[in-house]
């Protein structure tokens, strides 16, 4: 499944990862926001909303990048360079992220900032929306997103440009030891 | 036609932008649908998705019932109201009770309905669109062309001037540098609204959840970053479970932008935190204005399975060509005819409906199974049922009703059209105000002697084992006796005796198609008697228009006008009636009719009729006939694009049925081959005599012509 996924989310311009272990992910996020020159100035920090994959890691190595922020205000967001939240399911068949984005701080960081960065529990690959609809459970869950590559558009002569309103970069990191309700 | 009308279709057709970026858009997306849809099966998934939405439609009061208990339940507040004016007023009580000053919308085909917009600016509330083409649309001061892609017919340098005059700074016409200017100019706007308005594409009634689909992420934040959210969503998004939801965007992506999903889908169940920790403050109104009238009408309830992706705009050859503003309303193209006629009055599609020529290449892509064709026919009959024909189709009709007279007209007019031939077999000008019947395609001059005298002139031999009724329509009778000549000798050589009844006369197709179902009622009698009257074992004809006439029309206009006495016959009659290429196909395969063997004729192409490809099903018959018979087969683009002769359609929009022609010829020239077959006269006619203006030396044939000359004897 996870090779489908790859392929189709690579399809609509998403950058897929894999890590074996949260300390792997959060090496790449590391060498990722220091290539990216992710900084404390208005328009080149990061946010990171609250997630069991922050549970799973040394925060400090994250805490101590300058330009690193944990508290998410719509205000704070809206000047970021990149989010980093959590999702909890993946759709093979279409390279669709979904995640329970009732918290809104999730919003925001997937929503507001250029670059997106999606961290997900392998386990939560599922074949197709069905499959998936079948567990999802909107008693539970006030909002929930599907996410599939970046913001998009077509609007202006039919030309498809990244990045309109929401992230022009998705990038996603699937972990195999993540675990999670997954 | 009135001329203000005319006039807007001119100006669209005028419109290299518009037609331009509709042309390369529909030949680019009939390629990307194929694909986003590889590996699904298409008929079951619609299947799925009609009997999900039919369900819907038939349990409108229950499920909205439901969806406000199950919405109200999670924090939601819900108001059902039929009248737009109740919605608006609802919205600006809303927000004034919250002393909202300024909204963001992100895409609502029902609020443009209603025209909120203007509504709440004359209020003094400050609205801004957030999907892109819809803020251009705004900037602009324009309505939308098309109901996905509202800013279709604009050039990136008209958004640049647009997008200069707002940013005070002068832009020039780079696309994502343009994206990112609207970027720029959205958030603030995003950022300081206190209510975000939306529409949404489902609303489940089980769960009370509403789904929203966009590629941009504005739907996004309008319903994340105001503390306010309204939805308006028409009755007709109502499904009944959850799991309806997967089905429906299985198709919707694919059949509006052939994505396999967009961007951003999000399921909206009850109030969420905003992110100062309040709750939202969450209404949804379920909009019904005319759409419960409309699922209650035994024939329309069908359209409420539409699920908005446009894929007939897409598809249609006539919407290619002149856009979505000539509909005059929000909802455009074959579908937005349908829903006009009933979200605003019958009256109001009385032009619009002129416009589709029946080709039902939208029927064949509808992801809610939606006969939009059909619909749009049955807008036709009630129009002329309420306002009666214009009084020349009356008095035309009147003569098509009296076999006797029409004949006698059209050999008189075999007699008249002589001048205008000088000898050949093609009336190439026509004086005056019929000049543009010949604009760009000459007529077949009415032949000297119809099919009906040949006929008792030809000889067959006797003692045939199989006999068949040959039913010639009109064009082939009096335009193409040869075409009926051809398929006797055909017929003959497979042992049946084709017999002609002399009292067939016009098969209704041209006043079916004009909403005149009781004169085409009147012409299916005659027919029914005259083919029955003779015990044959076949009724057989070679005009796909006429086939499905006595295959499929005769019956359904007696259904639609409650007219039961003729039924049975008129079952009986189609049980017996074959098109021409499906006979003989039939009859090489048993071996009774043998095309000679190891010929290379060189390379055909072929032509698909509307009729025969998309009602009968049958374009495989004469494909297969012709490369057996020795031709090899070139396939065209887009070969199975109407040609745009429609019948009477390409006289009274003779300049849409140009244009389509002219793609027509076109695409035939392009393949290299020097014939062209199809299996209508009436294609024949429309192509044959382009063919002759063009001057192209491309031979244009019906297939029975070819066959006939390629029998081993």
């Not at chain 1, 539970?140 to 022009?168: C, F, N, Q």
């Not at chain 2, 020795?630 to 694009?641: A, H, I, K, S």
């Amino acid at each position: 499944m996870y090779e489908q996924f790859k392929v189709k989310a690579e399809g609509v311009s998403a950058e897929v990862h894999r890590f074996t272990t949260s300390a792997d992910a959060l090496a790449f996020l590391v060498d990722f926001l220091q290539e990216e020159e992710v900084t404390d100035q208005d328009g080149r920090y990061c946010v990171v909303a609250d997630s069991p994959f922050l549970g799973s890691i040394d925060r400090k190595q994250l805490a101590e990048i300058p330009g690193v922020f944990f508290d998410v205000t719509r205000e704070l967001a809206a000047g970021a360079k990149v989010g980093i939240s959590q999702v909890d399911w993946a759709l093979a068949d279409t390279g669709t992220l979904v995640q329970d984005a009732t918290a809104a701080d999730k919003r925001l960081v997937s929503t507001l900032p250029l670059i997106h960065i999606a961290m997900i529990a392998t386990s939560g690959l599922r074949p197709d929306m069905p499959a998936w609809l079948a567990d999802a459970d909107p008693d539970k869950a006030g909002y929930l997103a599907m996410i599939t590559g970046p913001s998009r558009t077509a609007d202006i002569e039919r030309v498809l440009t990244i990045g309109v309103h929401g992230p022009a970069r998705l990038v996603i990191c699937f972990i195999d030891e993540l675990g999670g309700p997954n | 036609m009135q001329q203000e009308f005319k006039t807007s279709i001119d100006r669209a057709l005028h419109d290299a932008n518009l037609t331009g970026a509709l042309e390369k858009f529909s030949e680019a997306y009939k390629v990307n649908r194929a694909k986003a849809y590889e590996g699904i099966d298409f008929e079951a998934l619609r299947g799925h998705i009609a009997e999900r939405k039919g369900y819907a439609a038939a349990h409108l009061k229950e499920l909205s019932a439901r969806f406000q208990k199950n919405a109200e339940a999670k924090g939601a507040k819900v108001f059902c109201t039929s009248d737009p004016a109740e919605v608006r007023e609802y919205i600006l009580r809303v927000a004034q009770e919250n002393g909202v000053r300024s909204i963001v919308k992100s895409k609502s085909m029902a609020t443009e309905e209603i025209h909120l917009n203007s509504f709440l600016e004359k209020e003094g509330i400050e609205v801004n669109e957030t999907d892109l083409g819809e803020w251009i649309i705004q900037l602009a001061g324009q309505t939308p062309s098309h109901m996905v892609m509202p800013a279709i017919h604009m050039t990136k340098e008209e958004v640049a001037d647009l997008f200069s005059k707002e940013v005070e700074e002068r832009l020039t016409s780079d696309i994502p540098r343009l994206v990112k200017v609207a970027r720029q100019e959205m958030r603030p706007k995003f950022l300081r609204a206190d209510m975000g308005i939306s529409g949404g594409n489902m609303a489940v009634a089980e769960t009370g959840s509403i789904v929203l689909v966009t590629n941009e992420g504005n739907a996004r934040l309008v319903t994340s970053l105001p503390r306010i959210h309204i939805a308006v969503i028409g009755i007709e998004k109502l499904v009944e479970k959850f799991s309806d939801i997967a089905p429906i965007l299985k198709a919707l992506p694919r059949s509006a932008t052939a994505q396999l999903l967009t961007s951003y889908v999000s399921i909206i169940s009850g109030q969420t935190p905003n992110s100062d920790g309040s709750l939202k403050n969450l209404h949804i109104i379920l909009m019904d204005n005319k759409r419960s009238e409309m699922a209650a009408d035994p024939m329309f309830k069908e359209a409420m399975q539409c699920i908005r992706c446009a894929s007939c705009l897409n598809v249609c050859p006539i919407f290619r060509l002149v856009g979505g503003h000539v509909f005059g309303k929000v909802y455009t193209g074959g579908i937005g005819t349908i829903l006009t006629a009933w979200y605003d009055e019958l009256k109001s599609s009385e032009e619009i409906q002129g416009l589709c020529i029946q080709c039902g290449a939208c029927k064949d892509v509808c992801p809610g199974k939606i006969d939009i064709p059909g619909l749009i026919m049955e807008i036709r009959r009630r129009l002329v049922k309420e306002q009666g024909l214009p009084l020349l189709h009356k008095s035309i009709y009147s003569l098509v009703n009296n076999r006797r007279v029409f004949h006698g007209m059209l050999r008189a007019a075999s007699l008249a059209s002589r001048p205008f031939a000088k000898g050949t077999r093609f009336i190439r000008h026509l004086p005056m105000f019929l000049a543009d019947l010949t604009d760009g395609r000459s007529l077949p001059a009415i032949a000297a002697k119809p099919f009906r005298d040949v006929f008792k002139t030809i000889r067959q031999p006797k003692g045939l084992p199989e006999k068949a009724v040959f039913y010639a329509g009109c064009l082939i009778d009096f335009a193409y006796p040869e075409m009926g000549e051809a398929l006797i000798r055909i017929l003959n050589k497979a042992g049946i005796e084709v017999v002609f009844p002399e009292d067939q006369t016009c098969c209704g197709a041209p006043a079916r198609y004009s909403g005149a179902y009781e004169v085409a009622a009147n012409n299916a009698v005659d027919n029914i008697r005259a083919l029955l009257a003779e015990r044959a074992d076949y009724v057989v004809s070679a005009c796909p228009t006429c086939t499905v006439a006595l295959d499929h029309e005769f019956i359904t206009t007696f259904e639609s006008l409650g007219e039961t006495k003729w039924l049975p016959q008129a079952r009986e009659l189609a049980a017996r009636t074959i098109d021409f290429s499906t006979l003989v196909k039939r009859l090489v395969d048993e071996g009774r009719l043998t095309l000679k063997e190891g010929q290379q004729l060189g390379t055909i192409t072929y032509h698909d009729s509307c009729h025969l490809k998309r009602t009968m099903h049958a374009e495989q018959a004469p494909r297969q006939l012709l490369e057996k018979s020795g031709y090899q087969l070139t396939e065209m683009f887009e070969c199975d694009v109407c040609c745009g002769m429609g019948g009477s359609y390409s006289l009274k929009l003779p300049e849409i049925s140009a244009p389509m022609l002219k793609r027509k010829l076109t695409n035939i020239k392009n393949t290299g081959a020097p014939v062209v077959a199809m299996d209508c006269p009436g294609c024949v006619m429309q192509i044959r005599g382009g063919m002759d203006q063009d001057g192209a030396p491309v031979r244009v044939r019906h297939t029975v012509e070819i066959l006939a000359e390629q029998l081993e004897d």
